[in-house]
C-alpha cells in the first residue's frame, strides 16, 4: 500500500512565521501535490509537482512556495504566515502513467496561525 | 471545462438501509472517476476508481459506483449502511491528459441507529 506521510498532524504557528510542511511518500510517485481544504470551499489546489525541481502554481498559490529536492519529498512553504492560513493542508502523490491514476493521501496537517 | 458536480450536500440514512450518493461529471473526453472518503481529522481514503474496463466498479467497505455515460453519472451505493460509513465523501474527476484532479464539493453522510 502506499504511504503518504505528513510530518505534523496539529501546528500553532504566530503570525509572520516561516512555516515548513513536510510530506514523503513512499511508493516512487512521480506527482506530488498540495491541497487544503476549508469548510465550505472543498479542495483547492495549491501546488503540484510532476518530477523532482519541477513545479506548477495550482489555483490558490500566493502566500505559498513549495520545494521538490528529492522524488519522494514534498515540501509547502509559508512564507509568513497570516490567519487566513488557519486551515487543513493535504499532501498526496499519484503515478504519472495513466489517466485513471488516483491521488494517494496523507493523514492531512492541521494549521492554526495566531 | 471538467466539471463535478455531487447533487446533496448531507444525506441521513438509517443503519442497515441503502446508501446512495450521486455524482455527475461534465467532461470533453473520456475522464477518470474516484470516489474518496474522509473521515473528521483524517485524509481521503480511495473508495474506487472507474478505469474504463467495466461501468460498474466495486470498490472497499461494500461500496460500488456505476459510470452511465449518457446520464454523466458516477453514483455511489452501498447495500446496507453501517456506522462506521458516517464520513464526508467526494466524487472526483481527473482530466484527460493533465495533471489537474477535480474534486466535488462533498456529501456528508450520516446514519441513524
Known amino acids: 500500500d502506499v504511504k503518504v506521510t505528513q510530518s505534523s498532524r496539529y501546528l500553532v504557528k504566530r503570525t509572520g512565521e516561516k512555516v515548513f510542511l513536510e510530506c514523503v511518500q513512499d511508493?516512487?510517485?512521480?506527482?506530488m501535490f498540495w491541497y487544503r481544504q476549508d469548510p465550505g470551499l472543498g479542495l483547492r489546489l495549491i501546488y503540484f509537482?510532476?518530477?523532482?525541481?519541477?513545479?506548477e502554481k495550482g489555483d490558490i498559490p500566493e502566500g505559498y512556495s513549495v520545494s521538490r529536492e528529492k522524488k519522494e519529498r514534498f515540501s509547502l512553504i509559508l512564507e509568513s504566515a497570516s490567519t487566513n492560513q488557519t486551515s487543513m493542508y493535504l499532501c498526496?502523490?499519484?503515478?504519472?502513467?495513466?489517466?485513471?491514476?488516483?491521488?494517494?493521501f496523507g493523514n492531512g496537517t492541521r494549521l492554526t496561525v495566531t | 471545462a471538467q466539471s463535478v458536480t455531487q447533487l446533496d450536500s448531507h444525506v441521513s440514512v438509517s443503519e442497515g438501509t441503502p446508501v446512495l450518493l450521486r455524482c455527475n461529471y461534465s467532461?470533453?473526453?473520456?475522464?477518470?472517476l474516484f470516489w474518496y472518503v474522509q473521515h473528521p481529522n483524517k485524509g481521503l481514503q480511495l473508495l474506487l476508481k472507474y478505469t474504463s474496463a467495466a461501468t460498474l466498479v466495486k470498490g472497499i467497505n461494500g461500496f460500488e459506483a456505476e459510470f452511465k455515460k449518457s446520464e454523466t453519472s458516477f453514483h455511489l451505493t452501498k447495500p446496507s449502511a453501517h456506522m462506521s460509513d458516517a464520513a464526508e465523501y467526494f466524487c472526483?474527476?481527473?482530466?484527460?491528459?493533465?495533471?489537474?484532479?477535480?474534486f466535488g464539493t462533498g456529501t456528508r453522510l450520516k446514519v441513524l441507529a
Open positions: 511508493m516512487d510517485h512521480e506527482n
Open positions: 467532461s470533453s473526453y473520456s475522464p477518470s
Open positions: 472526483v474527476v481527473r482530466t484527460s491528459g493533465t495533471y489537474k484532479y477535480i
Open positions: 509537482s510532476y518530477d523532482v525541481k519541477m513545479k
Open positions: 498526496a502523490s499519484s503515478k504519472s502513467a495513466g489517466n485513471n491514476s488516483p491521488l494517494h
